[in-house]
Nanobody
Framework: QVQLVESGGGLVQAGGSLRLSCAAS????????MAWFRQGPGKEREFVTF????????FYADSVKGRFTVSRDNAKNTAYLQMNSLKPEDTAVYFC???????????????????WGQGTQVTVSS
């Protein structure tokens, strides 16, 4: 079955960096667009970033633009989220998600994605 497993979360001071990974199995990774979402305490899950199947297109929420970078390695079936200049408001559980498509059209809605990981906690202290 399809599994997405996030890792790399943790506790970091404001201004610091973290790199999240999302390891996929049970699917042909290069047939899927990937996205990262996050859910802060008491908040709804929100879109963070999108990357097309061949890294041909990326798209970011305004709140993370210029600080976060999404990437993927199809040979390793893994997507990444490099997070720099972290702020306390970035504190959340971060989820990766997969959508079967080879169209590089950014999708930002939760309902656009069929598969989800279990999430990894990122805590940014002030």
């Amino acid at each position: 079955q399809v599994q997405l497993v996030e890792s790399g979360g943790g506790l970091v001071q404001a201004g610091g960096s973290l790199r999240l990974s999302c390891a996929a199995s049970g699917l042909t990774f290069s047939n899927y667009a990937m996205a990262w979402f996050r859910q802060g305490p008491g908040k709804e899950r929100e879109f963070v970033t999108f990357i097309g199947w061949n890294s041909g297109n990326t798209f970011y929420a305004d709140s993370v633009k210029g600080r976060f970078t999404v990437s993927r390695d199809n040979a390793k079936n893994t997507a990444y989220l490099q997070m720099n200049s972290l702020k306390p408001e970035d504190t959340a559980v971060y989820f990766c998600a997969a959508r079967q498509t080879r169209m590089n059209v950014p999708r930002t809605q939760i309902s656009d994605y069929s598969y989800w990981g279990q999430g990894t906690q990122v805590t940014v202290s002030s």
